[in-house]
DNA sequence: GCTAACGGAATGAACTTTCATTCTGTAGAA
DNA sequence: TTCTACAGAATGAAAGTTCATTCCGTTAGC
């Protein structure tokens, strides 16, 4: 006895697994990289259905790509302490990057790994843009009260979030491994590196 | 009165203008973003002519590859000062990847704006191989020396590469500019990541 | 010094393959 | 029966590569 073919929620099942197979495999080839058949092949879906979910390649690599950001978007704001000390909440950021690097592997190597100028669209780039206020009202406040080295917080954001994705990059290659003593190591190293 | 149509140094000219062409392609779309007709274009020559030089597209993104990490590699190992206490060493390494980012913009984004794993061949992984050296001999000694914090050199060396890589990513989409004050803080703030 | 044959570099149209997208027949739900 | 969703074959554009031909500097013969 199979069960039915078509439910309710089959759709949205099917849009899921479509998005799972893209984010795979534009993760390891990049957008450019990955023919459509090999998408539908991996969804285990015929081709012309994508077309039925997402208007275009770019339509569901942007679709991937929103996905993946808004992903690292929550797992930073989400329940954030905001009235813990600055070093506290540093160590709750460096936590959560590593964490969200750790558990979403695909998604920070699509992220990461590749270049999306070439596709992404306007509601993509808002995404985007939106990653920077978290990091940005932080370090303008720590900058007020001369908790971090006097730059612009943008200047700061590119400190930190490089050293994550520096460490994180080399640790996927397989030159060292993420454990407890590294990550904690490693967040006083990058504190120390925009602490006043 | 024209120079000779086909001098002797032609065909090294050749390959130059194509290599040269290639490089910004690539820098700006990626390997599978470019096609080779476009790179015949943009060096003026026929499509068939790339042929005459390299064996294939990946034959001639290898050696696009290696030309930049050879370059990147001889701009911090040339008459390095074997000699001088480790801070100093460290802010001649600094200088010389700003300036190697600052100088070299379309060898920076190729090498960092894309994933090159697809088409690697063996001796383009050795070249990448070997940049790890200045970095892994320099922390080497200054751990022995308790200089920098007690880490696997690998582990330093991504703290620092990822540092640099972000800060100019960001200075490249015009955040803000490298100009000498930020390249100085940003040194102090680096080396206060991976000093004891 | 002049000319004519030669050889290899350059070319770009043509070939083959691959890709994104569309079309079509089928099967299940209503 | 009708209608929607689907799979996968079909399609046409574009890609990487090949190759017959052209071009041009060189050189041997006179």
Redesign the interface.
């Known amino acids: 006895m199979t069960k039915p073919a078509r439910s309710t929620s089959d759709r949205t099942d099917k849009r899921e697994v479509i998005l799972q197979a893209a984010l795979e495999l534009f993760a390891e ?5 990955t023919p459509m058949p090999l998408v539908a092949e991996r969804a285990n879906v015929g081709a012309g259905t994508i077309y039925r979910y997402f208007d275009s390649k770019e339509a569901l690599a942007n679709a991937v790509y929103q996905r993946a950001k808004l992903l690292l978007y929550e797992t930073l704001v989400k329940d954030f302490p905001e009235d813990l000390p600055a070093r506290q909440q540093f160590h709750v950021f460096w936590q959560r990057l590593i964490n969200f690097a750790i558990e979403n592997p695909l998604a920070f190597q699509f992220l990461e ?3 999306h100028v ?1 596709y992404l669209d306007e509601s993509s780039q808002a995404v985007a843009a939106k990653l920077w206020e978290p990091g940005c009202s932080f370090f303008e406040k720590t900058n007020q009260q001369q908790i971090t ?1 006097p ?2 917080p ?2 700061l ?11 994180v ?3 996927y290659r397989g ?2 491994e993420l454990d407890p003593e ?1 990550i904690a ?2 967040e006083r ?2 504190w ?3 602490r006043y």
Chains 1, 2 share one sequence.
């Open positions: 080839f990049g957008f450019h990289g790994f590749h270049d070439s080295k730059m612009p943008k200047l954001i590119a400190i930190v979030w490089g050293m994550f994705t520096g460490i990059k080399v640790s030159h060292f590294v190591q490693t190293a990058c120390e590196a925009v």
